[in-house]
């Protein structure tokens, strides 16, 4: 008997590298979405090719117009903010949030996932270490849960779709935990919002500050700092 297959969104980063781990050790055959979109750094879009490479997943990347994600600071919006606390990153939403990334994304995955029969869609958001973006809640993976089924046929018919977001009440000590145990390279990915040349963190931003933390937490190495 084949197994179920799910569809993660796979950005390249931590989060989505450790979600697409979990759903392969959950028995899924396991289909990588990625999404080119205007971001400024292709770098991301790199290492989700080597990442799902790496976990044997069939990788899509989907090109979106750029023009519907501008203002934000990972596309042509301001400068990315650099060397903020935490108790900063906890005051509203930073000029990273990208206009409805997370509604417009997971609804080309949901498409892909009903064309290919599959009922379980994955993804990375988290609402404990992040940076304060409204489409990372629960109350959002809720809602467009329902809204899957509410919109597809397999919905309507009865064969509900499943939104996975397995790492929603997860802090990032607690996901490089979980990753590390499953076999994740993290070497592999890229989370800083402004990589260097070669794709070198920059250590600075919120997202370097916030993977820093949780690498040290869990009692490991950042095999992207020890290089």
Known sequence: MSSPSAVVLLSGGLDSATVLAMAADDGFEVHAMSFEYGQRHGHELECASRIAEAAGARH???????????????????????????????????????????????????????????????????????????????????AFEKLANLATRVGVEGEP????????????????????????????????????SGGSPCRRCDACLLRAKGFAEAGAVDPLVDQ
Do not use: W
Not at 65 to 83: K, N, Q
Not at 177 to 188: K, S
């Open 60 to 142: 899509v990347v989907a090109r979106l117009d750029p023009s519907a994600f501008r203002g934000s600071a990972l596309t042509d919006g301001p400068e990315v903010p650099i060397d903020r606390d935490l108790d900063a990153m906890e005051e509203g939403i930073p000029d990273t949030y990208v206009p409805a990334r997370n509604t417009i994304m997971p609804s080309h995955a949901l498409g892909y996932a009903e064309g290919i029969g599959s009922h379980d869609l994955f993804i990375g958001v988290n609402a404990v270490d992040f940076s304060g973006y409204p489409d990372c809640r629960p109350a959002f993976i809720e």
């Open 161 to 196: 779709m499943r939104v996975h977001a397995p790492l929603i009440h997860l802090n990032k000590a607690e996901i490089i935990t979980r990753g590390l145990a499953l076999g994740v390279d993290y070497g592999l990915t890229s989370t800083c919002y402004q990589p260097g």
